[in-house]
């Protein structure tokens, strides 16, 4: 996880165990009930990428313990995403396997979910299933949006042979974060996840 621009804490799971600790497999060990319930969360996959972890999306913010429950953070990619529901029931019910009864999932909506999240291995895992990565997500702040007229956007790259001479099939894909492509150079068609 180096040299990927991105968000705060983006990929990262952090927290400490805190007050009494979470029961579960591993507790007894100080840490080590939070840090199971970690490394659970860790391996939850997205509803709409499955070949990504919610980790491996940046979408998975925080675990941490307080008062015996496993609290969840989760920042959801899209806003309006259908997928949260089925995120958040995955969260529950993976971590009630695990042995910790006490799950509550957090929506964390500040700041947005950018694609830049996405960890460099979420980014391998995408161009291996056949999608192409998203780019750098458009700048996004307070003041002007600066006009670049007659720019052309990056061309979304060939995730089979690397080619640039692609084209947008259409704006959609299977779901509404992806896009459709096809390729000039080996004629294959693609998804892409947008930039956002
Ligand atoms: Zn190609």
Known sequence: MTGQATGPAAGRITGRAAGRPVTGRGAGVPGSGIAAARAVAGTVTDPE???????????LREVREADGTVIVSVTPTYLGCPALGAMRDDLVAALHRAGF??????????????????????????????????????????????????????????????????????????????????????QEPFEHVKEA
């Open 49 to 59: 990428l499955p070949m990504l972890t919610l980790a491996d999306l940046g979408v």
């Open 101 to 186: 009864p006490r799950v509550e999932v957090r929506t964390v909506l500040a700041p947005a979910w950018s694609s830049d999240w996405i960890t460099p291995d979420g980014r391998r895992k995408l161009a291996e299933a056949g999608i192409a990565p998203p780019g750098p997500a458009p700048r996004r702040g307070p003041g002007p949006v600066p006009l670049a007229l007659g720019a052309k956007p990056t061309p979304v790259r060939c995730p089979r042979c690397g080619s640039a001479q692609t084209r947008l099939l259409s704006a959609f894909g299977a779901t509404a974060c992806r896009s459709l492509h096809r390729c000039g150079a080996c």
